[in-house]
């Protein structure tokens, strides 16, 4: 089945700064790529997602982009502000839909004020 | 986006009994239902994926006789965790299947503590 694996675990940066989450996948039918930003105690919120037939996208302050040869995939803040403190969780799936979401081990994103 | 409720949102039991907790779409049909637990500050965990009107197929690892799964409508599916253990304390999440757009959403989620 689908692994993902994400990095940092743990990302503090300024205020104002930017922030870059990075994930990779194993398995090459994946071809939908979401991320998530949870708080403590609620359901994770798509915040961006991808397809495998995109390299990149971008909503404002938040951008994705896609590399489908190195079977990897990265999120990007810029202007980070203190709300943007939270965990995030980059997915896989097929796009079949049999398969479920299969979810990295999320980055704990701190803004430092 | 689409609305999920789940209830309850948090449960304490007594080590040894069971506990149903149930999902719903309720503007869209599931034909498929994800069950996820997140054991705190770990990554969301798939449990069992059920397709209405059938067997719910479950992850290695997930008992499929402890985590009953029911997905007896397109708009309800419940979880039932049975004979609890303090280790079966988590949170549940369910993730239903919208077949039009093939967008996967989420329940607010289910806090189980047993003692």
């Known amino acids: 089945g689908e692994n993902v694996e994400q990095h940092p675990s743990t990302l503090s940066v300024q205020e104002g700064d930017s922030a870059v989450i990075k994930c990779t996948y194993s398995d090459s039918a994946s071809n939908y790529f979401p991320w998530y930003k949870q708080e403590l105690g609620k359901r994770p919120q798509l915040i961006i997602d991808i397809r495998s037939n995109v390299g990149e996208k971008k909503d404002q302050r938040i951008a994705v982009t896609l590399n489908k040869t190195a079977k990897h995939f990265s999120l990007h803040i810029t202007e980070t502000q203190p709300e943007d403190s939270a965990v995030y969780f980059c997915?896989?799936?097929?796009?079949?839909?049999?398969?479920?979401?299969?979810f990295g081990k999320g980055t704990h994103l701190i803004i430092q004020p | 986006g689409a609305v999920v409720s789940q209830h309850p949102s948090w449960v304490i039991c007594k080590s040894g009994t069971s506990v149903k907790i149930e999902c719903r779409s309720l503007?869209?049909?599931?034909?498929?239902m994800f069950w996820y637990r997140q054991f705190p500050k770990q990554s969301l965990m798939l449990m069992a994926t059920s397709n209405e009107g059938s067997k719910a197929t479950y992850e290695q690892g997930v008992e499929k006789d402890k985590f009953l799964i029911n997905h007896a409508s397109l708009t309800l599916s419940t979880l039932t965790v049975t004979s609890a253990h303090p280790e079966d304390s988590s949170f549940y999440i369910c993730s239903p299947r919208d077949p039009t757009s093939n967008e996967q959403y989420f329940g607010p989620g289910t806090r189980l503590t047993v003692t």
């Open positions: 997915a896989a799936k097929t796009g079949g839909g049999a398969d479920g979401l299969t």
């Open positions: 503007d869209f049909q599931a034909t498929t």
